[in-house]
């Protein structure tokens, strides 16, 4: 993921354990990270609260 998003593998692992909050990070790692995970198959939920996996037969 971190390739993907063009950060170093450092920062992915200081924002998944917290050692630096979600709001302090740019703008554009947290939507390459975002961006990642959807292309993973990662449906962000509407209500901004919550993911859920795409089915695979692509409904969702």
């Given at each position: 993921?971190?390739?993907?998003?063009?950060v170093?593998i450092?920062?992915?692992?200081?924002?998944?354990t917290?050692?630096?909050?979600v709001?302090?990070?740019?703008?554009?790692?947290?939507e390459g990270?975002?961006?990642?995970l959807?292309?993973?198959?990662?449906?962000?939920?509407?209500?901004?609260?919550?993911?859920?996996?795409a089915?695979?037969?692509?409904?969702?």
């Amino acid at each position: 993921m971190a390739d993907q998003v063009g950060v170093s593998i450092h920062t992915v692992q200081r924002l998944e354990t917290g050692k630096v909050p979600v709001g302090k990070a740019k703008v554009q790692t947290i939507e390459g990270i975002k961006r990642s995970l959807a292309d993973g198959g990662v449906v962000f939920l509407d209500d901004g609260f919550g993911v859920t996996l795409a089915r695979k037969d692509g409904m969702e």
